[in-house]
């Protein structure tokens, strides 16, 4: 485990334990020594609160026994373990993509115009993909390339066609241009009408979705 995974796990044991309690502090009896040390460390980062004389003492009359240790978390310590649960997911090495999914990068402009569509759930009669909304939250990005790399199944490939024909159909047509040149997937209304069993999502270029052409 690294340090950080150590690090939100404790927060999630104290948070969890507090919210047990229903008071917010986890009791000595509650942690064993060695994850006492580790919260112990943590309060010198300031993600962590240990109960003073007056809290144990109001603890020990709750508990009806003496409380010599408890710990809580700071608000910086929730807001630490709040943005731990929801990070981006670091994305797999190369090859160890799910089997349904593939591998895409987008450029800026593209990953912009997926970000307005995405934040439309709700509104539109077409939706999202199922999945997608979190595709593009948890992208990665390699800077040196300005590319944004997500792990597309082939619904969320389709969903990504049609929400860039969108913006092509409101301003630009680069970017879908550019994803029906790379990856054989493009939004048609004419051939989504005659097929109804698409459900009015994309129809795949002549490629098809695993396959990519030139840039």
């Avoid at 997911?89 to 800026?108: H, S, T, Y």
């Avoid at 077409?126 to 997608?132: I, K, R, S, T």
């Avoid at 792990?151 to 409101?170: I, N």
């Amino acid at each position: 485990m690294r340090g950080w995974e150590r690090v939100l796990s404790v927060l999630e044991a104290l948070w969890e334990r507090g919210q047990v309690a229903g008071h917010g502090w986890t009791l000595d009896t509650e942690l064993l020594p060695p994850h006492q040390q580790q919260v112990n460390a943590l309060e010198n980062q300031g993600l962590v609160e240990l109960a003073c004389r007056e809290d144990r003492a109001e603890l020990s009359a709750l508990e009806e026994r003496p409380v010599r240790w408890a710990a809580r978390l700071t608000p910086y310590g929730h807001d630490t373990l709040t943005y731990g649960q929801s990070r981006p997911r670091a994305e797999p090495p190369p090859g160890e993509a799910a089997p349904d999914r593939q591998p895409v990068e987008l450029i800026p402009s593209q990953m912009a115009a997926l970000r307005v569509f995405v934040g439309l759930t709700g509104r539109l009669r077409v939706p999202p993909a199922d999945g997608l909304a979190e595709q593009v939250r948890t992208a990665s990005c390699d800077h040196g390339i300005k590319r944004w790399r997500l792990y597309l199944t082939p619904e969320q490939m389709e969903s990504v066609a049609y929400g860039l024909w969108l913006h092509r159909m409101t301003g630009s047509a680069a970017e879908a241009n550019r994803f029906g040149r790379e990856y054989g997937v493009v939004y048609s209304p004419a051939r989504a009408s005659n097929n109804p069993s698409a459900g009015g999502v994309a129809a795949r270029g002549g490629t098809g979705v695993s396959g990519r052409g030139g840039r």
